[in-house]
């Protein structure tokens, strides 16, 4: 269309692909008069194409343009204005309708032909000056000696054009970064300006796998199929050349042989298994039903076949499949079938022999070995892709192995790299994507692009998760492949549906930490607090999920952030329902921290950073409470140990007075939670059963007969019941003799000490304490070994060190360990004894405020320096061995003997602690105070928080 003078060159409405160009007289500074003419030329773009680029690199113009290319709106000239006395101001830029138009106008440019505005035009700065720019600096990069101008050879080529008439045979005559006065071959031309890119080169082959996870493949297939083991059959008789090579020629190649594609697999994946027959052919009664023609191959079998051995090696796998299986027209029978055709199109493309074929079974087996003994999951994905090929069917415990290696070692996806496969496959496409990246397209086919390769990788499924509904289809699901699956309906969002998943199967089979919590933490991010709080409550009362620290802040945090723990929240709907007799407010808060703190110890300092910005966003709309400020993610809790005010929020790291347990922010004094009876009870019969299973493994190590399995157990209950039944003075004092008697003697000339055992004796009765000695048999001989420095030596008692074994023993505060026991277990054991005879009812304990100036604390107190790493002892409950440690355990130091003799006769004695060092709460009338160990802060700091009764 046509402009008179005085118009504006309207704004584009739709591209049509045509050329418009305009000059204006220009005076120098962009203004011209009324009697300026505009000339404007009209071409078709599809004519110019033809004549410039040649047609053969263009067949589908209106294709590519349609998906590629749209209105450079980013890029649009200012329009031409006129005022009322017909003067017009030209803008500084032309207006391109199309990428095409914009290649002519810059060729055009080049050669300077161009109208009066050339020199102008040329300093202006587009996409496309870029991408000449950077196909003649590649080009002189790569020919220095050769390089010409990119426009003296597109001015060469118009003038050629002009002589001839146009029809040139193709864009790489303009020499796209190509020396047009050299000899060069047609092949080695770029036949439009996208080949004209220097990019990664394309390996043609569709069916090649992805190099890199190959090479990891091959270097672990090679030396798997190098072995004796595989090389050789059971006997020592090597497997025949004409047998094997063909196989390890499909093993070693690089690309696959057969195509597969198993529709009931990724049905499975997108709409779940079906744990049911399906509407077929059978109706799902028992036996009658089972398609006894597959086998465990998945291939049909032979109806004559009488080899009884076939059918007794069958016989166990058939068995591990699902029922399903067998079930005319179920969805697993329906796999079988396919994996059945497919192992018939692959041994139809190979030639494989039946043995040729278990042979290439039998290297995967051996590969998954070996991955799984060397922590490597990478060789893995192309032997699941060769697996697939082959319509092998792995036997459960090899698809087990699979699982385990693939989840607990693959960090990424099978297809984790899947859409730069994918631009790998497609030349074309991946050309078209590096164009439009270089000109930074914000149009809408850009955006199309992306969109479709965000559904592509949607679709596809990642290596675990394939493995696991692969076996899920075919075996009984386990805990690994559940996990697996519900990680894959996560990962999409579906909460809810992965919920369903775990509701189809009997939580007994599946109920583990790590199969929930994928979908507790997906809740939260969804901050859906009544399904969080209910899969929460279910997940706690499953027996063979342990919560962590962590997964109780999770859920607090939450509610929290969603404002729950205010008086004038919204209820949660489901609290009442799950067992809770608060909906919502501070009471809710206060039930969940009881039930976290019969669960957990400690938190850690980010759980408690955490969990305080929560609470200050969760009341910030409480206009009459005081709040403290968030903390910054990488910022720790501030020490405060100012007085709270009664109005404020308190979330404070506070520190606690050692002697009194007093907290400074709350002002509530700490208890020290102490074992009742039934937790003494518990420890009790604990401790009996270690003493058992440690003297079992010490008898079987050792390969002693002469004892039976329960001696230790038994000597163990003896000393419970000689405690019991004694009479005289209840002991309030157990000494680890042994720990006491070697302190500070490991050197040359150290020995076994019985003089300071004497000492730490008379220490504790000068105190008022009843001490008992707990020591080993061994040590009351007149003679044993011992090792002192760096070597075993024998140590002789002298009659000093006779007269105070003697001596105990004659007060009865000696108590001999039976050989080949613990001794460890017999002062645990004593210290929560209840000296049933010897107390007469009586409570042992000290309080704080007594007349005789005795420590404070439980009795009997137990003295000893032993840390307790004993790996066994890490099977007591966890919460029973730290309130008996915090209660009970009293350490000790003084000066080391030389003989019987010591420099400092001084002896220091370390209290068991006043307060407890576990999660507790404490009430008064301004609220509920809560104090949290921190495992990395000071041991007398706690995280204190408080909500405020307004």
Known sequence: ????????????????????????????????????????????????????????????????????????????????????????????????????????????????????????????????????????????????????????????????????????????????????SESTSESELPKTIFDSFQRKKVDERPNAYEKEEFNDYLDAIEIVVSRDRFLRKHTKRPIEDNVIKPVIDWLLKDERVVPFDFPSLKEAAKNGISMSMSDGDGDGDGDDNRNDDVNVDGEAADAGDNDTKKKKRSAPRKKAYRPEVFENGSQAHIFMDQLRSQKESFLKETQFSPQQYQVAERAFNYLVEKCAKESRSRPLTIAWEKIKEAGIVPSNDTLNVFLYVTSTMYATGFFSNSLSRALTRSPAKNSMSAVMSILGSGSGSSRDLDNHEEESEKDVIDFPTELAIFHDMLYTPTEKSVSLRVKRMVSKGDASGAQDLLDSFPSNDVAKLRTYLPILKLYCEQNNVNSALKLFKRMREEPCVILEPENYILLVSTLAENGCFSNDSVPIECAKDIGYENECGPNLFNELLNEMSEDVLEISSASARRLHNALVVGFESAKTMKLPKPIHLLAGVALNNEPAENDELVVSRVSIANKTGLCPRSGMRLRLIKLDKDHRSQLHSQLMNLSGERYQEFTEKRKFSRHDKSYAAKKLNDFS?????????PFTAIVDGANVAYYMQNYDKGRFNYHQLQFMIDALESMNENPLVVLPQKYCTPSFKVMMGSQFRTQKLTEDEKDILDSLTRNGQLYRVPPNCLDDYYWMLASVSDQTISCKGLDLDIPSDNDVGRWPGARPMLVTNDQMRDHKLGLLEPRLFRRWTSCYIVNYSFAAFVGKESSDREIGFSTADCFSREIQSNESKKGTSWHFPVNDWDLDDRFCVRIPNI
């Open 1 to 180: 269309m046509r402009k008179g003078k005085g118009q504006n060159d309207g704004h584009a409405t739709s591209p049509d692909y045509r050329l418009r160009t305009s000059s204006v007289s220009d005076n120098g500074n962009g203004s011209g008069n009324s009697s300026g003419s505009v000339e404007t030329s009209e071409m078709t773009s599809s004519s110019r194409i033809a004549s410039k680029w040649g047609k053969a690199s263009f067949e589908d113009e209106d294709e590519r343009k349609r998906l590629f290319f749209s209105t450079r709106e980013n890029r649009e000239n200012d329009n031409v204005s006129g005022n009322g006395n017909g003067n017009g101001t030209r803008n500084s830029k032309k207006k391109f309708v199309s990428f095409f138009d914009e290649v002519d106008a810059k060729m055009k440019m080049e050669t300077g032909s161009s109208s009066r505005n050339t020199k102008r035009e040329s300093k202006r700065s587009s996409s496309l000056d870029d991408i000449f720019e950077t196909l003649q600096n590649n080009q002189n990069k790569k020919n220095p000696s050769k390089s010409t101008s990119f426009s003296a050879q597109i001015s060469k080529k118009n003038n050629e054009d002009d002589n001839v008439g146009g029809g040139g045979d193709s864009f790489s005559h303009y020499g796209m970064g190509i020396n047009s």
């Open 721 to 729: 019941d000689w405690l019991d039944k004694r009479k005289g003075k």
